[in-house]
């Protein structure tokens, strides 16, 4: 059976760093991302990240603001949260598939239960 579990959201002042975590369970994925929904609006792609390791998207909001990696050898994924903005304000979901360079939430095969990241200014 499949799982994902994130952790390491929580509450942040603006310009603060956060650092996500999403272990894997079951098998393991050529692509894992992460995803945000903040209250009222879709959710949104984040970040994403290939086996290898060496590619990786981001989306516009928050390129040169967060680094995702991972660890095959713990089947983990990470996501740094650098300079955050009130605006990043979102529970955030960690995802996988096996779809190469998916950067949409119909690509995702299993989703994790979300994070609550909240950036107070």
């Known amino acids: 059976q499949v799982q994902l579990v994130e952790s390491g959201g929580g509450l942040v002042q603006a310009g603060g760093s956060l650092r996500l975590s999403c272990a894997a369970s079951g098998r393991t994925f050529y692509t894992m991302g992460w995803f945000r929904q903040a209250p009222g609006k879709e959710r949104e792609f984040v970040a994403a990240?290939?086996?290898?390791?060496?590619?990786?998207s981001y989306a516009e909001s928050v390129l040169g603001r967060f680094t995702i990696s991972r660890d095959n050898a713990k089947n983990t994924v990470y996501l740094q949260m650098n300079s955050l903005k009130p605006e990043d304000t979102a529970v955030y979901y960690c995802a996988a598939t096996y779809t190469r360079a998916a950067t949409t939430t119909s690509l995702y095969d299993y989703w994790g239960q979300g994070t609550q990241v909240t950036v107070s200014s």
């Open positions: 990240i290939a086996r290898s390791g060496g590619s990786t």
